[in-house]
């Protein structure tokens, strides 16, 4: 299937609607019905601020990037990108071409 895959880069310790905000845009994208999401945690990176945040063994959470991702149709991501813009969420995204599927099918 050809499709986009959506990413979204949001600080761990971000939050919206009083959730952090990884978990809000995972079950706001199912809410609206796409079909699968993940978050990842980065070990280390910088933003556009050019600050370096790094995990240390006795760092707390906070600093640090959450990448939340999704293989979408272009209609779904077109959807999602819409509600998201219209709750004016002020969240950076990167939207590329993708091929997926199953190798079961």
Same mark, same amino acid.
Do not use: C, T
């Given at each position: 299937?050809?499709?986009?895959?959506?990413?979204?880069?949001? %600080? $761990?310790? $971000?939050? %919206?609607? #009083? +959730?952090?905000?990884?978990?809000?845009?995972?079950?706001?994208?199912?809410?609206?019905?796409?079909?699968?999401? !993940?978050?990842?945690?980065?070990?280390?990176?910088?933003?556009?601020?050019?600050?370096?945040?790094?995990?240390?063994?006795?760092? =707390?959470?906070? #600093?640090? @990037?959450?990448?939340?991702?999704?293989?979408?149709?272009?209609? $779904? @991501?077109?959807? =999602?990108?819409? %509600?998201?813009? !219209?709750?004016?969420?002020?969240?950076?995204?990167?939207?590329?071409? @993708?091929?997926?599927? +199953?190798?079961?099918?």
């Amino acid at each position: 299937m050809q499709g986009v895959y959506l990413k979204f880069f949001v %600080h $761990e310790s $971000e939050r %919206h609607a #009083g +959730r952090l905000l990884y978990e809000w845009l995972l079950e706001e994208a199912q809410r609206v019905g796409v079909p699968g999401g !993940s978050a990842f945690r980065a070990v280390a990176g910088y933003g556009r601020h050019g600050v370096i945040h790094e995990q240390h063994f006795f760092e =707390l959470a906070g #600093g640090l @990037a959450i990448e939340v991702v999704f293989a979408l149709s272009e209609q $779904e @991501a077109d959807r =999602l990108l819409g %509600h998201f813009k !219209s709750l004016k969420l002020p969240l950076f995204y990167v939207r590329v071409p @993708a091929e997926f599927g +199953r190798l079961d099918n």
